[in-house]
């Protein structure tokens, strides 16, 4: 992925300065960067020795910022706001078109991915778009490898972000076709511990099986842990294939509805959840662009994704809230 335009508005030691700032570590900058810890090492102490002041307090784990790095860091975000603005105006200007790199997640990629590329393309030079687990976008967003992302992880930890709420989804359960004969089909927690399957869980490193396992956790729920994958996609597969039970979001059945007629969908009892789903950036840049997709995100999951995923869950509808 080729160098963006922004990182061209800030010296290189400024804008490793301010990744140092996100990012805390400098094993993470080189990694990000394609080099060594010690060029970023050596190139942080140049860049001091320029200012006259030290920036980072290196016996810290993570690393820490001295007084002068976070007014720096603040001064310089606020400065990129600016030039980005004001380059964004000079190519509207001259009917230039900023290019644009946008991260979704999985289960949404398909379906709300298609609609953002369609309707934002007609503003854009370029549109790049990746699909991840929520942990890596979040990851690629620090990194400034991605300018927004369509996710439901939002860190406290990671500064000058915006967030803006597009949607929020319950929760279902998917159980294998066979199960479809079974008279009572309200599947509480303790009878799903005793169906005779194990659950098929979500990789605890990924977005979905971080808030899964915080979710069960929270509520004292326990199943074998046998099974995890990081895909929605082989989950359902494993599923509809009689290996196991799972619980995940009605996006990921509108992402594999070619696999739907070999499970079932049903409603989760309680205790329930839901995850919500963000845009998210950083503060003051693409604000244009994030506006348009924020748009056309929030229009398309509520004139489109719902009723298509009340076609075979009607009984979600009052679990979804858009914005």
């Known amino acids: ?6 990182n061209s508005l800030l010296s290189a030691p400024a804008v490793m300065f301010m990744m140092c700032c996100d990012m805390r570590n400098f094993s993470a900058v080189a990694h990000a960067l394609g080099i060594t810890q010690s060029a970023v090492s050596k190139t942080m102490q140049k860049f001091e020795k320029e200012l006259g002041f030290e920036l980072f307090i290196r016996s810290s784990r993570p690393l820490a910022l001295t007084p002068e790095a976070r007014l720096l860091h603040k001064n310089l975000h606020g400065l990129k706001g600016e030039m980005l603005r004001s380059l964004s105006l000079l190519q509207s200007k001259n009917y230039i078109k900023p290019i644009l790199r946008v991260g979704i997640l999985e289960s949404l990629h398909l379906h709300l991915g298609f609609e953002i590329i369609k309707h934002a393309l ?3 030079s370029q549109i790049t778009m990746i699909s991840a ?3 890596v976008l979040m990851q690629r967003l620090v990194e400034r490898k991605l300018d927004l992302i369509i996710t439901n992880v939002v860190s406290s930890e990671t500064p000058h972000i915006f ?3 597009i949607f929020t989804e319950p929760s279902i359960l998917m159980l294998p076709k066979k199960f479809e004969k079974e008279k009572d089909q309200t599947w509480s927690w303790q009878r799903l511990a ?3 399957l194990p659950l098929v869980r979500y990789w605890s490193e990924t977005g979905a099986g971080e808030i899964n396992d915080t979710f069960m956790r929270v509520h004292g729920l326990t199943f074998p842990d046998r099974i995890s994958v990081d895909t929605n996609a082989l989950m359902v597969k494993l599923i509809s294939e ?4 799972g619980f995940s979001r009605p996006t990921t059945i509108l992402q594999n509805l070619h696999i739907l007629p070999n499970l079932i969908v049903r409603p989760m009892q309680p205790p329930l959840f839901s995850r919500e789903v963000f845009l998210i950036g950083r503060e003051q840049e693409f604000l244009i662009e994030s506006g348009i997709i924020y748009d056309v995100s929030t229009r398309y999951v509520e004139r489109q994704l719902i009723p298509q995923i009340l076609d075979f869950a009607p009984w979600v509808k009052d679990g979804f809230k858009v914005g």
């Not at 992925?1 to 922004?6: C, G, N, R, W």
């Open 1 to 6: 992925m080729k160098p963006h335009i922004s």
């Open 122 to 124: 007609p503003n854009l």
């Open 133 to 135: 687990s929520a942990n």
């Open 163 to 165: 967030t803006k709420r």
């Open 194 to 196: 005793t169906c005779g």
């Open 242 to 245: 009689g290996i196991g039970w």
